[in-house]
């Protein structure tokens, strides 16, 4: 059984569209629909309707999805107990990191951690938010470098606040203002970050009762901050994220302030082996002096 076609099914499913799903998942039309139709051949049945409501569950589809999602489970407990293996016999760590901390704090972490330690190898993937955490979802990665998702069942240890920051042409009437007020984000056109990022940003602008008018984009940071310069709209992006960026944009603190908490997440159900622990270890005192 191809554990892929059935967490591409859970995908489907919970998006309610062939489309949503391939946005966010990376695949063409031609090629889920494939992937899908390959699936109920297996089976020997239809397990989705399709419609012009979108597409759900056939009553069959219902009968087989809690059992779908044990396996899912399962296997991806199993890929964690195998990393963690590979980690303790070959002194292999796998991480997984947000683009920005993979640019701003893992080039310390990672060179000087090999010095310390010449035999432990650290293989890196960096992507959005979904992507990260997908990794250590599907244990894939034994920890992930991210930001603190409320609704997560990871274990969590913080490092760092990253500030947010209103992105704004250049050009922006600010009032003379250092900052950037959250309620004149209210009717304006807002950029948002490729999925993932929002959960930081709608945290911000929930809690502050505003309404933007929000434009949903799959476009990662730097293309964000070129449309922001180009006058498409404007956005909110951490101050990791705009270290470093050369860009002819304004970058100013909220008010009120707001951050999100940086940190590492670990699989919650999986023992944290001597030599993942020595990582964490090594992280916490490199950022610990940025």
Same mark, same amino acid.
């Given at each position: +059984?191809?554990?892929?076609?059935?967490?591409?099914?859970?995908?489907?499913?919970?998006?309610? =569209?062939?489309?949503?799903?391939?946005?966010?998942?990376?695949?063409?039309?031609?090629?889920?629909?494939?992937? +899908?139709?390959?699936?109920?051949?297996?089976?020997?049945?239809?397990?989705?309707?399709?419609?012009?409501?979108?597409?759900?569950?056939?009553?069959?589809?219902?009968?087989?999805?809690?059992?779908?999602?044990?396996?899912?489970?399962?296997?991806?407990?199993?890929?964690?107990?195998?990393?963690?293996?590979?980690?303790?016999?070959?002194?292999?760590?796998?991480?997984?990191?947000?683009?920005?901390?993979?640019?701003?704090?893992?080039?310390?972490?990672?060179?000087?951690?090999?010095?310390?330690?010449?035999?432990?190898?650290?293989?890196?993937?960096?992507?959005?938010?979904?992507? #990260?955490?997908?990794?250590?979802?599907?244990?894939?990665?034994?920890? #992930?470098?991210? =930001?603190?998702?409320?609704?997560?069942?990871?274990?969590?240890?913080?490092?760092?606040?990253?500030?947010?920051?209103?992105?704004?042409?250049?050009?922006?009437?600010?009032?003379?203002?250092?900052?950037?007020?959250?309620?004149?984000?209210?009717?304006?056109?807002?950029?948002?970050?490729?999925?993932?990022?929002?959960?930081?940003?709608?945290?911000?602008?929930?809690?502050?009762?505003?309404?933007?008018?929000?434009?949903?984009?799959?476009?990662?940071?730097?293309?964000?901050?070129?449309?922001?310069?180009?006058?498409?709209?404007?956005?909110?992006?951490?101050?990791?994220?705009?270290?470093?960026?050369?860009?002819?944009?304004?970058?100013?603190?909220?008010?009120?302030?707001?951050?999100?908490?940086?940190?590492?997440?670990?699989?919650?159900?999986?023992?944290? =082996?001597?030599?993942?622990?020595?990582?964490?270890?090594?992280?916490?005192?490199?950022?610990? =002096?940025?």
């Amino acid at each position: +059984m191809d554990i892929k076609k059935w967490e591409t099914l859970l995908k489907v499913v919970e998006v309610g =569209s062939f489309s949503k799903a391939c946005e966010e998942l990376g695949y063409t039309q031609s090629g889920l629909t494939h992937m +899908m139709n390959s699936l109920e051949k297996e089976v020997g049945f239809p397990v989705l309707q399709r419609g012009h409501y979108g597409v759900r569950l056939t009553e069959n589809g219902e009968r087989i999805i809690p059992a779908v999602k044990e396996v899912i489970l399962a296997d991806n407990k199993l890929m964690r107990e195998i990393n963690q293996i590979n980690a303790e016999e070959n002194g292999t760590i796998r991480i997984s990191a947000y683009t920005s901390i993979a640019v701003q704090w893992l080039p310390a972490i990672v060179v000087g951690f090999a010095k310390e330690y010449p035999n432990i190898n650290v293989e890196i993937f960096n992507g959005g938010v979904t992507d #990260t955490y997908n990794l250590l979802e599907t244990g894939k990665v034994n920890l #992930t470098f991210g =930001s603190f998702q409320a609704n997560s069942n990871f274990k969590w240890i913080p490092l760092k606040y990253d500030r947010m920051l209103a992105i704004l042409p250049a050009d922006y009437d600010t009032k003379g203002l250092d900052y950037f007020p959250v309620t004149g984000y209210e009717g304006k056109s807002f950029l948002m970050p490729s999925y993932g990022f929002s959960f930081d940003i709608m945290r911000v602008i929930n809690g502050n009762n505003v309404k933007p008018n929000i434009k949903e984009t799959s476009l990662d940071d730097p293309a964000i901050i070129a449309m922001v310069e180009g006058g498409w709209g404007i956005s909110m992006l951490s101050e990791l994220v705009m270290q470093g960026q050369n860009s002819k944009v304004l970058a100013l603190p909220l008010a009120p302030a707001a951050v999100r908490e940086l940190g590492i997440a670990l699989p919650k159900d999986t023992t944290i =082996s001597p030599v993942i622990k020595k990582f964490i270890a090594y992280a916490q005192k490199i950022i610990g =002096s940025l």
